[in-house]
């Protein structure tokens, strides 16, 4: 491919030579606009009804007496106290792998690009769920989980980021939103699928069918991802322009000349030379993406870096949201429903009947996010969620201190209001904002340690829950209080707002604090923030001089 001259003495940006034009055409998608948005949707949609459903699965699992036939381990009596331990151990043990799966993402989610990445955990997990589903000692289906683990680990550290690059800034939170929403669908077809096989209680068949069931959507989402592009923020920092500016092309359906896909390409370019070749004194141009690619390696030493970047400052908000997503105490729900509604006093196909109605309720409560992520922005809904959660662990703890009929009754009643507010603020929430908040060069690293944050504490809590209702009863409510409580001022103080701006502008957003001194947080509210790859906004990234015209196109 021959590159175009550039005259070194002009700050113009040059038009694209023939040779890259019909590069680009080459690339040309058949799938535009809707339809390839709504396919993206719907096959990232796949992989967190996968993520949901193999969190709910085991829930109704733990007490099905085919299920305790063949690991006597997971029965909890007072002959053996320690078995509430173990069977704590059975659901959390799925955490370690999927942390263990986030944490590779650092060295192979940048080497694969997104596509594969997804791909690849997509083949492990169906290895761990066949595994799981032969398994017939307790030392097996521990490992199966684990391996079931790491390839659910691989996925919600690359979904999140995948969906969120290919998603224009205006549908980003609704879109992600959707994905959380999947979740909770995940969680409620695995809990009415348990139900339904709960009646067969001669056969194995109770409990290996739910955990081969997660098979097929695995296989949609290896299959469906063939079908879709790669990443355009990662095709430029894999010195890819000219697929990247076919890939921006077809998702805002417009023409490669379209004055805002070639913003867009500007502005992805520039984020990949800031962040991989620290500052230039002219505006990248086409010629200029081709022929300098981000070929440097993320060192983690980048990620404790400061500066206009403020890398540091925004790794840490994406790993401290998803700590704070888990110690909300919404584990204690999802894993352990069935048997908190019969430590109520609730018997056992009822607690299950009314486990799966939790579930049902909790996916119709995620939708209302969905309506209100752009309207009302990440902060609000965050801070509504934990104020709600907060107060209904308190009412939870009061409740359990008087354990009468009537109070078991509204108790019952309050873990479904729990997963309301969980669901309009936290649920999808958590897979947004790390996506969001962070720099291009940065993503795949921060959201490997940020996912790797929300299946440590996941591990955490699904480990604690069992011996502390044994120990404290509903005392435990009380320890989860507090948390809810303390989360409230940290998202106040702390956490941006990222509504309405496109991943590149969020560089401007600290940038300009870092230059003014204040906080990203008091910056993010503004609206006299520059546009990512207009010239102002190069000028504050130190990318042109002020000579530089925002207005040329390539």
């Not at 023939?18 to 809707?34: C, I, K, N």
């Not at 017939?136 to 989980?145: E, M």
């Not at 800034?169 to 096989?197: C, H, N, Q, V």
């Not at 790794?315 to 888990?326: K, N």
Request: proline residues 4%; glycine residues 8%.
């Amino acid at each position: 491919m021959h590159s175009e001259a550039v005259d070194p003495t002009s700050t113009e940006p040059k038009l694209p030579d023939d040779d890259f034009q019909a590069e680009v055409a080459s690339h040309a998608l058949a799938l535009r606009g809707t339809k390839l948005t709504m396919s993206l949707a719907f096959v990232t949609g796949a992989g967190f009804t996968l993520f949901g459903y193999d969190q709910g699965v085991m829930s109704s699992l733990l007490t099905a007496k085919q299920f305790e036939r063949t690991f006597p381990q997971v029965v909890v009596s007072n002959a053996h106290r320690n078995h509430a331990t173990l069977q704590s151990l059975l659901v959390a043990i799925y955490e370690i792998g999927c942390l263990i799966g986030a944490l590779s993402n650092l060295w192979v989610g940048d080497r694969l690009g997104r596509r594969r990445t997804i791909i690849l955990g997509g083949i492990i997990m169906i290895v761990g769920a066949i595994l799981q589903a032969t398994a017939f000692t307790f030392s097996q289906i521990l490992v199966a989980r684990v391996i079931t683990g790491l390839g659910n680990g691989l996925n919600t550290s690359t979904v999140p980021s995948y969906h969120a690059e290919c998603s224009p800034a205006t549908k980003r939170g609704s879109m992600i939103m959707i994905e959380g929403t999947l979740i909770t669908f995940g969680i409620m077809i695995s809990y009415w699928i348990d139900f339904a096989l709960f009646w067969a209680d001669n056969s194995s068949a109770q409990w290996r069918v739910p955990i081969a069931l997660q098979i097929l959507l695995a296989l949609i989402m290896i299959i469906g991802i063939n079908f879709l592009p790669e990443s355009p923020r990662w095709l430029i920092k894999a010195n890819r322009p000219a697929e990247a500016l076919a890939v921006i092309s077809a998702l805002d359906d417009k023409p490669v000349s379209d004055p805002e896909v070639q913003r867009t390409f500007r502005a992805i370019t520039e984020s990949v030379i800031l962040e991989g070749h620290g500052t230039r004194d002219k505006y990248p141009t086409v010629a200029k993406a081709k022929s300098r690619p981000d070929t440097t390696k993320v060192s983690l030493r980048e990620l404790f870096s400061g500066g206009p970047s403020q890398n540091f400052r925004r790794v840490s908000l994406g790993i401290v949201i998803q700590c704070f997503q888990q110690i909300t105490g919404i584990n204690i729900i999802t894993y352990y429903a069935t048997l908190l509604f019969e430590r109520l006093g609730i018997s056992d196909t009822k607690s299950r009947i009314i486990a799966s109605c939790n579930a049902t309720e909790y996916f119709l409560a995620s939708l209302v996010a969905i309506a209100l992520i752009e309207r009302i922005g990440r902060r609000k809904l965050m801070l509504f969620g934990a104020t709600g959660q907060c107060l209904t662990m308190v009412l939870l703890a009061i409740l359990g201190s008087v354990n009468t009929s009537a109070a078991r009754i509204v108790s019952a009643v309050m873990l479904f209001v729990f997963n309301s507010f969980f669901a309009v603020g936290w649920l999808g929430m958590t897979w947004l904002y790390p996506a969001e908040i962070v720099g291009l060069r940065m993503r795949g690293p921060a959201n490997a340690l940020s996912t790797a944050s929300n299946w440590t504490f996941n591990f955490l809590v699904v480990m604690i829950t069992g011996p502390s209702f044994q120990n404290i009863s509903w005392k435990t409510y009380i320890v989860f209080a507090s948390l809810n409580a303390f989360i409230i001022p940290a998202v106040y103080l702390y956490f941006p707002e990222t509504a309405g701006r496109s991943l590149e502008d969020m560089d401007v957003v600290f940038a300009l604090a870092y230059h003014e001194r204040t906080s990203p947080v008091v910056v993010s509210l503004r609206k006299d923030v520059p546009l990512a790859g207009s010239a102002e906004a190069n000028k504050l990234l130190g990318l042109q001089s002020n000579g530089d015209d925002e207005n040329k196109d390539f």
